[in-house]
C-alpha cells in the first residue's frame, strides 16, 4: 500500500500572506490533484497534473499556484492569502482514474485558517 | 464543463431504513465513483460505477449513462454510515458534486 502526506496539518497565516501546502505520494502514482472543501461542502478542483512538470487549472485556480517537479510530489501556493479562503485542501492521485479498478487516494488535508 | 448536481442535500434516517442518494452530471465519462467522508475525516472510495448496476454489501448503484444519472441505494442503514457521500466522474479533469450528508439515528 502506500500513503499521502499532506504538510502541514495546520497552517495559520494573515490576509495577503502568500503560503504554500505540500502534499507527498508514495504511491508511485502518475496524476495529482489539488481540491479545497469549504465547510459542510464538495470539493472544488484547484489543479492537477497528469504527470512530473504538467499544470492544468481547475475550476477554481485563481489566486493559486502549483508546481509539480517531482512525480511524487505536488505542491499548492495560496498566492495572496484571504479570509474568505478558510477551508480545508485535498491531495489526490490516481493511477489511472479512467480505469473502473482504479480510484482516488486522498490526503487527510491541510486546514487553513486566515486572521 | 462538467457539472455534477447531487440530491437530496441532507437525508435523516432512522437505523434500518433504506437510502436513495441521487448524482446527475452534465456528460458522460469513462469513470464514475461514489465516494464516503466521515465527519472530519477524510475520503475513501466506495465504488466505481460507470454503467450499470453493481453490488458491494448493503450499497447498490446504478448508473444510467445515457440518461447522465447515477443512484447509490444503501440497504439497512446503520448508524455509522453517518457521512457525507460524494459522486464524482470525468477525464483526468474529476469533478465532484456537492454531497448528500446522512445522518442515521439509532
Known amino acids: 500500500g502506500g500513503i499521502i502526506t499532506q504538510t502541514p496539518k495546520f497552517l495559520i497565516g494573515q490576509e495577503g500572506q502568500k503560503l504554500t501546502l505540500k502534499c507527498q505520494q508514495n504511491?508511485?502514482?502518475?496524476?495529482m490533484y489539488w481540491y479545497r472543501q469549504d465547510s459542510g461542502k464538495g470539493l472544488r478542483l484547484i489543479y492537477y497534473?497528469?504527470?512530473?512538470?504538467?499544470?492544468q487549472k481547475g475550476d477554481l485556480s485563481e489566486g493559486y499556484d502549483a508546481s509539480r517537479e517531482k512525480k511524487s510530489s505536488f505542491s499548492l501556493t495560496v498566492t495572496s492569502a484571504q479570509k474568505n479562503e478558510m477551508a480545508v485542501f485535498l491531495c489526490a492521485s490516481s493511477r489511472d482514474w479512467g480505469s473502473s479498478a482504479e480510484t482516488l487516494y486522498f490526503g487527510s488535508g491541510t486546514r487553513l485558517t486566515v486572521l | 464543463g462538467q457539472q455534477v448536481q447531487q440530491s437530496p442535500a441532507s437525508l435523516v434516517l432512522q437505523e434500518g431504513e433504506n437510502a436513495e442518494l441521487q448524482c446527475n452530471f452534465s456528460?458522460?465519462?469513462?469513470?464514475l465513483q461514489w465516494f464516503y467522508q466521515s465527519p472530519g475525516g477524510s475520503l475513501v472510495s466506495l465504488l466505481s460505477n460507470p454503467s450499470g448496476t453493481k453490488h458491494t454489501g448493503r450499497l447498490t448503484s446504478t448508473t444510467v449513462t445515457k440518461e447522465r444519472r447515477s443512484s447509490l441505494h444503501i440497504s439497512s442503514s446503520q448508524t455509522t454510515d453517518s457521512g457525507t457521500y460524494l459522486c464524482a466522474t470525468g477525464g483526468y479533469k474529476v469533478v465532484f458534486g456537492s454531497g448528500t450528508r446522512l445522518l442515521v439515528s439509532p
Open positions: 497534473s497528469i504527470t512530473e512538470n504538467d499544470l
Open positions: 456528460s458522460t465519462a469513462t469513470q
Open positions: 504511491f508511485n502514482h502518475d496524476t
